[in-house]
């Protein structure tokens, strides 16, 4: 498999590979064999509380560098992991950063805000508003940046464009190799880039898809990702031309643990997340991770994921997240 930084900014921001570890009781509790089911750590990466951002973010912040910028503009929800990352890697590569957020200021920052606060993020709330107007508020944002003679880079909501879906190509590179007889890789979908990466690595037969509510179009997301960054960079592709022609009907992208939408735990989730806690001692996410999981739990009941096949979830982070959640504070 060719490296997947042909071509495109990199500045390094994390701990690679992250590791693989077995989950046998994990396993067991799903109906999986006790040597089906690895956790693949990325939240183990290092920067800023790690997650899977960072590794998308190794690419946008590199072209934000390359292109001469001095501040980093993204968005995202009030406990946005993306946001947090993305202040962590503007204060490592020297830059301003300003994080745009729906909904307004709590009394008390917690969970994600603290450590946007702690890193220094500029914070502009922009009230209860659709993805779309948000998008609109960062541009509005640079724009008043550039008028005062800064030089602002937008940082896609999630990390998410044809760039930053390299970094999850070369994570599937690294679950190829640790993992040679992957035959399911789990992944919460948000903003589409990290399914979108792992379809492009290891083709869409292996990878699952979680819906955790993010965005309307999840499908038509991921499938514009993996066409995307077949255009863009296909020598950094295993099989640049299966990614190009890839269609929704390829993918497997399941969608019932969005429950009541983005943020809002079903109670596969909150199952989920107990069960990775007293199992493993591995504490995950109500937004992302423990969708994942419930899904990934859903997906064995069904027999689409079957005992003897081996199974990559892929731990997206969050942690920080946890502490800011109303499922966890009761705010």
Same mark, same amino acid.
């Given at each position: 498999?060719?490296?997947?930084?042909?071509?495109?900014?990199?500045?390094?921001?994390?701990?690679?590979?992250?590791?693989?570890?077995?989950?046998?009781?994990?396993?067991?509790?799903?109906?999986?064999?006790?040597?089906?089911?690895?956790?693949?750590?990325?939240?183990?990466?290092?920067?800023?509380?790690?997650?899977?951002? @960072?590794?998308?973010?190794?690419?946008? @912040?590199?072209?934000?560098?390359?292109?001469?910028?001095?501040?980093?503009?993204?968005?995202?929800?009030?406990?946005?992991?993306?946001?947090?990352?993305?202040?962590?890697?503007?204060?490592?590569?020297?830059?301003?950063?300003?994080?745009?957020?729906?909904?307004?200021?709590?009394?008390?920052?917690?969970?994600?805000?603290?450590?946007?606060?702690?890193?220094?993020?500029?914070?502009?709330?922009?009230?209860?508003?659709?993805?779309?107007?948000?998008?609109?508020?960062?541009?509005?944002?640079?724009?008043? +940046?550039?008028?005062?003679?800064?030089?602002?880079?937008?940082?896609?909501?999630?990390?998410?464009?044809?760039?930053?879906?390299?970094?999850? =190509?070369?994570?599937?590179?690294?679950?190829?190799? !640790?993992?040679?007889?992957?035959?399911?890789? @789990?992944?919460?979908?948000?903003?589409?880039?990290?399914?979108?990466?792992?379809?492009?690595?290891?083709?869409?037969?292996?990878?699952?898809?979680?819906?955790?509510?993010?965005?309307?179009?999840? =499908?038509?997301?991921?499938?514009?990702? =993996?066409?995307?960054?077949?255009?863009? !960079?296909?020598?950094?592709?295993?099989?640049?031309?299966?990614?190009?022609?890839?269609?929704?009907?390829?993918?497997?992208?399941?969608?019932?643990?969005?429950?009541?939408?983005?943020?809002?735990?079903?109670?596969?989730?909150?199952?989920?997340?107990?069960?990775?806690?007293?199992?493993?001692?591995?504490?995950?996410?109500?937004?992302?991770?423990?969708?994942?999981?419930?899904?990934?739990?859903?997906?064995?009941?069904?027999?689409?994921?079957?005992?003897?096949?081996?199974?990559? +979830? @892929?731990?997206?982070?969050?942690?920080?997240?946890?502490?800011?959640?109303?499922?966890?504070?009761?705010?």
């Amino acid at each position: 498999m060719t490296t997947p930084q042909a071509d495109a900014p990199l500045l390094r921001l994390g701990t690679w590979p992250t590791p693989v570890e077995p989950a046998p009781r994990l396993a067991e509790h799903l109906g999986l064999g006790r040597d089906d089911l690895l956790l693949k750590r990325d939240d183990l990466c290092g920067l800023g509380g790690g997650g899977n951002k @960072v590794r998308k973010l190794e690419r946008t @912040v590199g072209r934000a560098l390359a292109e001469g910028a001095d501040v980093l503009v993204t968005t995202g929800a009030a406990q946005s992991n993306h946001a947090r990352a993305t202040a962590a890697a503007a204060r490592r590569a020297g830059l301003g950063c300003v994080l745009v957020l729906a909904g307004s200021a709590p009394g008390r920052a917690a969970g994600n805000l603290v450590l946007d606060e702690l890193l220094g993020a500029q914070l502009e709330w922009v009230g209860d508003v659709a993805l779309g107007d948000l998008d609109a508020a960062a541009e509005q944002v640079c724009a008043r +940046l550039r008028a005062e003679g800064s030089r602002p880079s937008r940082v896609p909501y999630g990390g998410s464009d044809a760039l930053g879906v390299l970094g999850y =190509v070369e994570a599937a590179a690294e679950i190829a190799a !640790q993992v040679p007889d992957v035959a399911h890789v @789990v992944t919460a979908v948000g903003s589409g880039g990290t399914m979108a990466g792992l379809v492009a690595g290891l083709g869409p037969a292996r990878v699952l898809g979680v819906d955790v509510g993010a965005v309307p179009d999840p =499908v038509e997301r991921v499938v514009g990702l =993996v066409r995307g960054v077949a255009a863009a !960079q296909p020598d950094a592709l295993p099989d640049a031309a299966a990614a190009s022609t890839v269609r929704a009907g390829d993918l497997r992208l399941r969608r019932d643990e969005v429950g009541e939408g983005y943020g809002v735990p079903t109670p596969g989730s909150t199952a989920a997340l107990e069960a990775a806690a007293r199992t493993e001692g591995v504490v995950l996410d109500p937004v992302y991770t423990a969708k994942a999981l419930a899904g990934l739990a859903s997906a064995v009941r069904r027999g689409e994921v079957r005992p003897g096949g081996r199974t990559v +979830l @892929v731990h997206t982070g969050g942690l920080p997240g946890l502490f800011g959640h109303p499922s966890v504070t009761g705010a």
